[in-house]
Nanobody
């Protein structure tokens, strides 16, 4: 079993920055993909960014150039650095770990960007 705990959310003004963290515990495989997703009120959950254990990254076009995903395998932690935040980035941000064809989700952390 795997547990994911996100942290780092909060309220920030437009143009500001936040760094989210997701700490994983439990049975973590060496080969996996970690990612950040977000869900705004009344909208479907959407991909923000993913990163494979080999370092391959994928970003949503809406965040490319502003957000950076990274991982520290020694700490079983994944991060997303979010710069130049916009009000439309307001959402609950979720961490996901995929291994052995199974998805694990964190409980989410709220990010609110004021204009």
């Amino acid at each position: 079993q795997v547990q994911l705990v996100e942290s780092g959310g909060g309220l920030v003004q437009a143009g500001g920055s936040l760094r989210l963290s997701c700490a994983a515990s439990g049975s973590i495989f060496r080969i996996n993909t970690v990612g950040w997703y977000r869900q705004a009120p009344g909208k479907q959950r959407e991909l923000v960014a993913t990163m494979s254990s080999g370092g391959f990254t994928n970003y949503a076009s809406s965040v490319k150039g502003r957000f950076t995903i990274s991982r520290d395998n020694a700490k079983n932690t994944v991060y997303v650095q979010m710069n130049s935040l916009k009000p439309e980035d307001t959402a609950v941000y979720y961490c996901r770990l995929t291994q052995a064809a199974t998805n694990y989700w964190g409980q989410g952390t709220q990010v609110t960007v004021s204009s």
